[in-house]
């Protein structure tokens, strides 16, 4: 532990993921005294035609 | 909040989840008293071939 | 299928639960077209104080 | 219930899913008396680069 | 990897739980190939009262 | 989006989330060009007695 999963629409690079998980799993090592090793980050891709917000479609 | 997240087959097409979008978020704001604004709806489409029931995938 | 998952702040009363999982349920089968036995709603209750926005607990 | 939902990696064949599904469904008839019908389980596919450990993506 | 989680109703045992994931855990290495200390198994226990089959509440 | 769910142990103070949630959020920002009010983080807590790594219970 722990898993942190990050839902997002689709469309960011790998240097985007990368730098992100390496902040997340330097915060989780540092605020939540996660162990390094099993602090794991996935990213979930949505599209923006599979996620709404106030009943509409984001793709719009 | 909320978030409502909605596991399927894939296959269903943009007026489906849109209609479907609409109605969940006029439920959860008549029902649950949510803010328009912050009901969320995701769509998770799913191949038959990763889903099984009784121990079977369902693209039989 | 579908599974529709309710990610919500905690304090919704049984009744308010019940009328959303109907409504959401009828929506299922007549929008996406969902066997009406295997739609399947739950819940699942945050406490204010484990949801951020914006960087902020919600507790606040 | 119950649902068993498996995030790995994507590349496993559909035979190896079948197994899998199989043998979590049978034990969890027999050691959580879950009923057949309703023991489901889902494959969630991540790629490599979906997925970090130790803050680094796993496909390096 | 891989991520197993189970979403059931509350009230297993840990006897329950700890065979179960040790089946799952097995199963999980023998036909996914999956690494042992990396296959983890998260029980995510419900109240009858937050899932609904069929738009009606399971603690009926 | 995005949504950056935590799946942790139990036991972490309100103090330790909240540094978190703004450490990630920053990120998110900063990194995925998240919008800053839409960036959401959840904690869902677990008991030891929940989780398992290599087949045992993690309460042990």
């Known amino acids: 532990m722990p ?3 990050v839902d997002l629409f689709e469309g960011r690079s790998r240097e985007q993921r ?3 998980a390496k ?3 330097e ?3 540092q605020t ?3 162990p390094l090793d099993h602090t794991w980050v996935i ?3 949505h599209k ?3 996620w709404a917000m106030g009943g509409s ?3 719009k």
Chains 1, 2, 3, 4, 5, 6 share one sequence.
């Open 3 to 5: 898993i942190i999963t």
């Open 32 to 34: 939540l005294k996660a």
């Open 57 to 59: 479609l984001c793709d």
């Open 43 to 45: 990213f979930r891709d």
């Open 23 to 25: 902040a997340v799993t």
């Open 27 to 29: 915060a989780a090592v």
């Open 18 to 20: 990368e730098a992100f």
């Open 48 to 50: 923006k035609t599979n």
